[in-house]
Every structure is written in C-alpha cells, then in structure tokens.
C-alpha cells in the first residue's frame, strides 16, 4: 500500500528498475453498465486577455482565478453517466493519465493543449487548472476544478515533483507522442472515447 511520500519513492524506484508496481484506491461499488462514454465538445472556462511578449503566470498568480464558481460543474453529461466516469477516472492507475483525462472531460481541451499545460497551470490547491490555446499564451482559459476532481490533479503535480521537474515545465510531458497512443490506451480502458487529434 501506498501511503506516504517514503513508500511513493520506492514505489516509483522499484517500477523505474523493472518490477511492476500498481496501485487502485477503493471504489464504492456502482452501476456502472458497461457503456462507451462519448465526451461533449464544449469550450468553458474564462477567457484571459494577455498583452503580447509578456508572460504567463501560473494559476496561483492569475488573478482571474478569484472570480471563478468555488464548486463547478461536472462535464456536460447526464448525472447517472457522469457518476460513471468520475469513478472510471478515480480507477487510472498513473497519476498523468488520469489528470490529464480529467481535464479533457471538464474543459474539452484537445490532447495538443493537454501538452501545453505545465505544472504551474494547476494552482496549490487544485481548484483552478489553466489551458493554453498555443505557446503565445493569447487566448488561455482558466477552468474552476470540482471536488472530485482535485485529487486526481493534485497527484500529477506531485507525481511531477517526484520526477524533479520544475513546475514552469509540462505536466503531461510527452503526452502527444505517437498520436497518444498510451493516453488513448488508458482512455479506452475505462470506455472513454477520446477524439483523434485536430
């Protein structure tokens, strides 16, 4: 079991050197049936206006992130189908995968921006994850996270800590590699179809 940052660390030493290593929190039991989830284009969030050549602060020093709903909601499904799919995220075993599919579902964000996101991008809190539309930084969006989706964002950005990667650089580095090819296979492991890249 997996409870502290001392067994984290051996967890991860141990997977790095061959020996394969899984964790699942509990889940209550559901009525999950089985389905396909289809997520809903959708482009939420506030839009923030940035002069050009200047540059973009992380979540914690935008203060847009003041003016965002404490407590949004879910992504655009109905709630027996959104129940499902929290707990079909909550059961990803790596951290990124699952944040960066939480992401995907609340803000619509195609998987080229999911790469732009950085580690800063995801106050200390969890509560507010910014997106990037490109690396000018012109037309980001910064996106209220509910509750059941802070653990999952909270783990990458400590995940990213245990990796020793600074938090000005990408969260989800690599995610685009190969089409996501891995990301896609975890999304499909959990019934959740993730549209081909743009």
């Not at 699942?24 to 997520?39: E, N």
């Amino acid at each position: 079991m997996i409870d502290d940052l001392d067994h984290a660390r051996t967890a991860l030493h141990t997977r790095a050197h061959g020996t394969r290593t899984t964790w699942r929190p509990t889940a209550a039991p559901s009525q999950d049936d089985g389905q396909w989830i289809t997520p809903t284009p959708h482009q939420r969030g506030t839009s923030v206006a940035r002069p050009a050549r200047t540059p973009c602060p992380g979540a914690d020093h935008d203060p847009l992130q003041h003016l965002l709903p404490p407590e949004p909601a879910g992504p655009d499904m109905g709630q027996a189908q959104q129940a499902t799919l929290v707990q079909r995220l909550h059961q990803i075993a790596h951290p990124l995968h699952a944040a960066a599919l939480t992401i995907h579902a609340l803000t619509g964000t195609s998987t080229v921006q999911l790469a732009l996101i950085r580690g800063s991008d995801v106050n200390e809190t969890a509560t507010v994850i910014k997106v990037h539309n490109s690396t000018a930084h012109r037309r980001c969006r910064v996106h209220p996270v509910p509750g059941w989706a802070r653990p999952l964002l909270s783990a990458a950005k400590t995940y990213g800590r245990f990796q020793q990667r600074d938090s000005g650089q990408a969260l989800f580095p690599l995610i685009g590699s190969r089409d996501c090819e891995e990301l896609r296979r975890t999304a499909a492991g959990i019934r959740y179809r993730l549209p081909a890249t743009p």
